[in-house]
Nanobody, 126 residues
Framework: QVQLVESGGGLVQPGGSLRLSCAAS???????????MGWYRQPPGKQREEVAT???????EYVDSVKGRFTISRDNAKNTVYLQMNSLKAEDTAVYYC?????????????????WGQGTQVTVSS
């Protein structure tokens, strides 16, 4: 089983920056690779939305509201995806979730799966 663990959330003032990290890990004996990875967020009382995605080839997409402020990147050697968030606004406040399309080729679970992290809280406030 492949699990995603986010970190880096917290409280920041408007105009500040945060960097979120999401690392994929698996039980011993599991062989896997990650295709498209992305970050989603869910503000209080609102639906979850896609924030940014990055393919295995490095192609990226962003929701219009974060273009020019957020940057998604990945380190394939570390099975980790990052979201650098600059010029943060109050409306960026949300629980941020990591998502990944995983291909498991070894271990007890073999196949193509989608996985979600547990979520990390980002609060932008004075």
């Amino acid at each position: 089983q492949v699990q995603l663990v986010e970190s880096g959330g917290g409280l920041v003032q408007p105009g500040g920056s945060l960097r979120l990290s999401c690392a994929a890990s698996a039980a011993s004996g599991t062989i896997f690779s990650i295709l498209t990875m992305g970050w989603y967020r869910q503000p209080p009382g609102k639906q979850r939305e896609e924030v940014a995605t990055i393919s295995s080839g490095g192609n990226t997409e962003y929701v219009d509201s974060v273009k020019g402020r957020f940057t998604i990147s990945r380190d394939n050697a570390k099975n980790t995806v990052y979201l650098q968030m600059n010029s943060l606004k109050a409306e960026d406040t949300a629980v941020y979730y990591c998502h990944a399309q995983i291909v498991a080729t070894g271990g007890s679970t073999i196949g193509v799966y989608t996985s979600w992290g547990q979520g990390t809280q980002v609060t932008v406030s004075s």
